[in-house]
């Protein structure tokens, strides 16, 4: 076989995406809020079973727009794991809020349920868990623990579309929960994200808050014959030529996942006897839990071996890369009190961890290619 190059992801067009984006230009309207976004919203919130479903530019926009919605104030507390992308954190530092970071569990990655209650103070206003790679962290425990302190539950949901805990589908748990769209999720328009509203409080004042603090939407539907000013605001609001590509993509989601799933058990099967043997761990999905077929990672047995390993297939021609730095050792994170030791599972599975090529139109032929560069290695 020639050698061949495969990326760590490649966005594929899978149906109507240009089609949908033409349209949106034949029609004259691509600022936001078109017919795309409205169908987009409508296919979201019927298919997730959610109230409302409102696109964004970016699941950091919508975690910020979570955010401004809690209203959070300089030195309220919001808890987080310290494993996750810097805009779960970010989101609620912009508000001046304080960051507390959790640990996590060793099996899926996630906010560690059972250290979850010892971090909540008086001054806790947000619990942030996300589902890392789309599988679910421990949705009963955790919010029975927000529910016994009085505080909401953020979901950041940017892997994990269409996952499920205990047959219910993740996004639908906390009073909100954040979308991605990036380019590297299972369903993109580039740049995009989508904030879900599952408490009706906050339902009018979130549209409100993505249209620059106006009631824009509400004069749109003829509620009111004007639109004004009223509250703070900012312009979160894709375009419809974006929304329409997004469209596309979503229609097409059994066959996306179908073939994403047999990706990732395409890899388990032929990893499992090559991890055994060279002490490498593999993903770990817990029965209850539907994941979204997110990602495919490898956790080796010293950030040596991850390292050698990424140069290994480099070499072969194949991208593998490693994942989120620990946030309460970054500089950032540090100057919130963050030191070493405080989140000991982060900060030896960070060293560890590596993600495989996993996108939808990976070819069998690639995939065998990069199954049998893994094999080749051991530590
Ligand atoms: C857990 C998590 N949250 C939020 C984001 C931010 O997503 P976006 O790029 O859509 O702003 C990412 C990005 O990959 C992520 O991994």
């Given at each position: 076989m020639s050698q061949l190059t495969i990326p760590f992801n490649r966005p594929s067009l899978v149906g109507n995406e240009q089609r949908y984006m033409a349209e949106a230009i034949a029609r004259g309207h691509i600022s936001g809020d078109g017919e795309f976004t409205k169908r987009t919203h409508k296919l979201l919130q019927e298919c997730l079973g959610v109230r409302k479903v409102l696109l964004?530019?970016?699941?950091?926009?919508?975690?910020?727009?979570?955010?401004?919605?809690?209203?959070?104030?300089?030195?309220?507390?919001?808890?987080?794991?310290?494993?996750?992308?810097?805009?779960?954190?970010?989101?609620?530092?912009?508000?001046?809020?304080?960051?507390?970071?959790?640990?996590?569990?060793?099996?899926?990655?996630?906010?560690?349920?059972?250290?979850?209650?010892?971090?909540?103070?008086?001054?806790?206003?947000?619990?942030?868990?996300?589902?890392?790679?789309?599988?679910?962290?421990?949705?009963?425990?955790?919010?029975?623990?927000?529910?016994?302190?009085?505080?909401?539950?953020?979901?950041?949901?940017a892997h994990g579309l269409f996952g499920k805990y205990k047959g219910r589908f993740l996004g639908t748990f906390g009073v909100m929960a954040t979308q991605s769209f990036h380019e590297t999720k299972n369903f993109t328009c580039g740049e995009g994200g989508a904030l879900l509203v599952n408490d009706a409080r906050y339902e009018e004042r979130a549209e409100i808050i993505r249209e620059k603090g106006t009631n824009r939407s509400r004069f749109f539907r003829g509620q009111v014959d004007k639109y004004t000013w009223v509250d703070v605001g900012s312009s979160y609001l894709p375009s419809d030529m974006l929304a329409g590509f997004l469209l596309g993509q979503l229609e097409m989601r059994d066959q996306v996942q179908a073939r994403r799933r047999e990706i990732w058990h395409e890899y388990f099967r032929s990893l499992t006897d090559w991890a055994v043997a060279n002490h490498v761990r593999l993903p770990i999905v817990p029965d209850h839990c539907e994941q979204a077929y997110h990602m495919f990672y490898l956790l080796l047995p010293s950030l040596e071996a991850r390292q050698q390993m990424i140069a290994h297939l480099k070499a072969r021609g194949i991208m593998s890369v490693f994942h989120y730095l620990p946030l309460h050792l970054s500089d950032e994170g540090r100057r919130f009190g963050g030191k070493p030791g405080d989140c000991p599972i982060t900060e030896d599975i960070s060293d560890r961890l590596l993600r495989l090529p996993f996108f939808y139109d990976l070819r069998p032929v690639e995939q065998a290619f990069v199954i049998s560069g893994i094999l080749t290695f051991s530590s």
């Amino acid at each position: 076989m020639s050698q061949l190059t495969i990326p760590f992801n490649r966005p594929s067009l899978v149906g109507n995406e240009q089609r949908y984006m033409a349209e949106a230009i034949a029609r004259g309207h691509i600022s936001g809020d078109g017919e795309f976004t409205k169908r987009t919203h409508k296919l979201l919130q019927e298919c997730l079973g959610v109230r409302k479903v409102l696109l964004t530019t970016s699941c950091t926009h919508a975690l910020e727009m979570a955010a401004l919605l809690l209203e959070l104030q300089p030195g309220d507390e919001v808890i987080v794991p310290s494993f996750t992308f810097v805009s779960t954190v970010n989101a609620f530092v912009l508000r001046g809020a304080h960051p507390v970071f959790a640990d996590i569990r060793s099996d899926t990655l996630n906010m560690d349920e059972a250290r979850l209650e010892a971090l909540i103070t008086p001054r806790t206003r947000a619990i942030v868990p996300v589902h890392y790679a789309g599988v679910s962290c421990e949705m009963d425990a955790i919010m029975a623990i927000a529910a016994a302190h009085g505080v909401p539950v953020v979901e950041d949901n940017a892997h994990g579309l269409f996952g499920k805990y205990k047959g219910r589908f993740l996004g639908t748990f906390g009073v909100m929960a954040t979308q991605s769209f990036h380019e590297t999720k299972n369903f993109t328009c580039g740049e995009g994200g989508a904030l879900l509203v599952n408490d009706a409080r906050y339902e009018e004042r979130a549209e409100i808050i993505r249209e620059k603090g106006t009631n824009r939407s509400r004069f749109f539907r003829g509620q009111v014959d004007k639109y004004t000013w009223v509250d703070v605001g900012s312009s979160y609001l894709p375009s419809d030529m974006l929304a329409g590509f997004l469209l596309g993509q979503l229609e097409m989601r059994d066959q996306v996942q179908a073939r994403r799933r047999e990706i990732w058990h395409e890899y388990f099967r032929s990893l499992t006897d090559w991890a055994v043997a060279n002490h490498v761990r593999l993903p770990i999905v817990p029965d209850h839990c539907e994941q979204a077929y997110h990602m495919f990672y490898l956790l080796l047995p010293s950030l040596e071996a991850r390292q050698q390993m990424i140069a290994h297939l480099k070499a072969r021609g194949i991208m593998s890369v490693f994942h989120y730095l620990p946030l309460h050792l970054s500089d950032e994170g540090r100057r919130f009190g963050g030191k070493p030791g405080d989140c000991p599972i982060t900060e030896d599975i960070s060293d560890r961890l590596l993600r495989l090529p996993f996108f939808y139109d990976l070819r069998p032929v690639e995939q065998a290619f990069v199954i049998s560069g893994i094999l080749t290695f051991s530590s």
